[in-house]
């Protein structure tokens, strides 16, 4: 039997939306493994003299762990 565990993780860039998701992914996958989707809870920019300076997303990452019986 698989388990599926979230875990919730914070990732900027100063580029875009979708690159502060890729960040969070190239993070996550630095101590996790088996990760099958991530779901965006929240998005926000950072404005300097009226300019975006930088993109956040608060995400959600999924991923599977074994069973005892799948070991």
């Known amino acids: 039997m698989?388990?599926?565990k979230v875990?919730?993780?914070i990732a900027s860039s100063e580029s875009s939306f979708d690159d502060a998701v890729r960040n969070a992914l190239k993070e996550a996958k630095k101590s996790v493994k088996n990760i099958?989707?991530?779901y965006v809870n929240e998005m926000h920019a950072n404005v300097d003299n009226n300019e975006i300076v930088?993109?956040?997303v608060n995400?959600?990452?999924s991923?599977?762990?074994q069973g005892k019986?799948?070991?």
């Open 2 to 4: 698989s388990i599926v």
């Open 63 to 65: 991923f599977t762990i």
């Open 54 to 56: 930088s993109y956040g």
């Open 69 to 71: 019986d799948e070991m």
């Open 36 to 38: 099958k989707s991530i």
């Open 7 to 9: 875990i919730e993780v």
């Open 59 to 61: 995400a959600k990452i």
